[in-house]
């Protein structure tokens, strides 16, 4: 049950970030940017100091495979197949089609968060707690891309926020799969740490690296060490 309610946390803030766009708020939009560089240097902490070492010792050589696979998965699914997508507010019009492509895009990605979670509470409560951590980060902005990116494709508010919605469902629905479905029972967590990697290192990290100052990239450092501290932290509790 434990992995469930977790998704269905992260799901809410799939909601959280569509409700910031659907209602125009300014300020909670500025503070979800924050998120995206903070998140980008959790999740990247996560996957190369936990996941991968967690993964090699128990899948070897073979493993690596599935990680890049996994990473592979989320270019063919976000940006191959799909004429227009990145990560947050989108601000320029864009097509009906890319806000649909868009959705179908990550409708794979969060499916792994979900993956990621409950192979990671699979695995052990600490690695769960902080794969959800991870996720959690990403979620917020994740709401606000799809739900703006659709907007700005001429979707209604509405239909925007149960895009965002249909996201966190997808999560769900990946921690149910995982249950059920040898396959990602067995290569779940080295799949999702690929797809982690991207997240993190190929649409979260984009969206700030190009914007001048030392906001962002101090943001980005620090959700990086806040990884190790949570780490202490899970380990002491659980
Ligand atoms: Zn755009
Ligand atoms: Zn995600």
Redesign the pocket.
Known sequence: MTPLAFALVAALANVAGGLAVTQSARRGLKVIEGFVAFGAGYMLAVAFAEVLPEEFAAGGSQAAIFVLLGYLLVHLSQHTLTP?F?FGE?T?R?SHSAGVSALIGLLLHTFFDGVAIASGFAVSTELGLLLFIAIFLHKLPEGVTISSIQIAGGTAPMRALGSAALLGAATVIGVLATDYVGFLAEHGLALSAGVTIYVGASNLVPEFQGKPGWRLPTVFFLGSGVFFLTRELVDRIV
């Open positions: 227009h990145h989108e320029h864009v």
